[in-house]
């Protein structure tokens, strides 16, 4: 079930709000608490139902796992309960990554062992779970909490509520367990709050807004740069990078803003997964603002544990590599998305090199520097093979620099240098709109306060209820669309 689906907004958001609270005024706190779980899991099955016992297996498994770890602290001595907790944590994050390996990474193996070797097996073809990426890191995120004694109890209701909550479930952001279930059981959360229903509505209104008008406009000039022009000129293949960068962040980012928003609708705080981070100034800055939780993930379960910066400076270049290449590998099961991880490790490692040489550098020159290399990676990100890629790539910085032909009487002189002119953006479909959404969408990313920022400030006023109903019911106008959100194939 879509949240850019008159389904969710009209009949499954209404329902669920309305029997979640009832049952709480009733001091029936189980029950909303299992209600919650059911309609999460409803809202999971509504894809596809055949993945249904995958989740619920994996919340078993984790849980019978976390539980086992925590026992073991009252049963065992220290000397040997470390060992036993150790070898059944590892056993808990082996058995998720096993489970994500073969849905998400089993055919790019087949099809890398066939290149390889020469064998010529078959292909399996597996359909990939929708949210087994985000559920999975969730999980064992939880487990490597419980063994570091950061989980202070053991309820599997409430666990199963932790993992299944719906405003997260498949696109995130990834979880704590510590910081969602004292939420949960929060007696002041149990009632309706006015407030943060204001603030839900508007910042839902601002999410749907973002990927209904926003991304699935510059969508449609991505898909056709990348997976339809056989060429492209310079304009239109920057004009096609672009559209896929803006079509990303405000894709996500309205997803995220919806999830926030909904989960504020049952007084629940989700963390915020992005600040601007088309506004950094670095390579760093930019994984501190995007994807603020799969970098917090990155940070606290892979790179500290490999040592982080405490073992020289080789070797934290060498674990900063390595984070970011598994982070590439996340997103999914091809070599482009090994490239892209592989082209962030090293601006990461260049940039930690810049600074430990002391040297500096003017804003606005930091900031065209990220902004150009993150858009360049993304190419690598959304194409589907090595050619697309390069011909997107190729076009950037090789493409004949083609002018619309009205412009021709007045600047002709160009033509000294080698512009063209003709008809403008043509592989783009003629759309000369296509500029003037990219230079709207490239002031919204530099200037335009984020929607963390916009709700902070939000106040109950004619001004905020009219600016939220108009970008409603304009995104409501739009709901026939129904495109999926980009992050669902991760």
Known sequence: ??????????????????IYFWLNKKRLTQASKAWMVFTSLFFYSWW???????????ILFNFTVGSSISKMKELQSQRRKNISQKALLSFGIISNILLLGYF??????????????GTHWDLMHILLPLGISFFTFTQIAYLIDTYRNEVKEMDYLNYTLFVTFFPHLLAGPILHHKEMMPQFDAIRNKAINYKNISAGIFLFSVGLFKKVIIADTFAQWAVIGFDQAETLDRIEAWATSLSYTFQLYFDFSGYT???????????????????????????????RRWHITLSRFLRDYIYIPLGGNRKGELHTYANLFTVFLIGGLWHGASWMFVIWGTLHGVAIVTHRAWQQMGLSMNKWLSWFITFNFVNIAWIFFRAKDWDQAIKVLNGMFFGDIVFSENLEKKFFFLKNIGIEFGQFTTHLG????????????LILIVTAPNSNTLVRALKPTKFYLLVTVIVAVY????LAKNSEFLYFNF
Request: hydrophobic fraction near 55%; proline fraction near 4%; aromatic fraction near 18%.
């Open 430 to 441: 003629g759309h000369t709109s296509t500029m003037v959404w990219i230079a709207v969408g």
């Open 104 to 117: 998400k990474y089993m055919d790019f193996f087949i099809a890398n062992t066939n290149t390889v070797l």
């Open 475 to 478: 995104s409501f106008l739009n």
């Open 48 to 58: 596809n139902i055949l993945y249904l016992p995958l989740i619920l297996g994996s």
């Open 257 to 287: 803003d919806m999830a926030l928003g909904v989960a504020l609708l049952f007084n629940i705080r989700l963390p915020i997964n992005f600040n601007s981070p088309y506004q950094a100034l670095n390579i760093q800055d930019f994984w």
């Open 1 to 18: 079930m879509l949240f850019n689906s008159y389904e969710f907004i009209f009949l499954f958001l209404p329902i669920t709000f309305g």
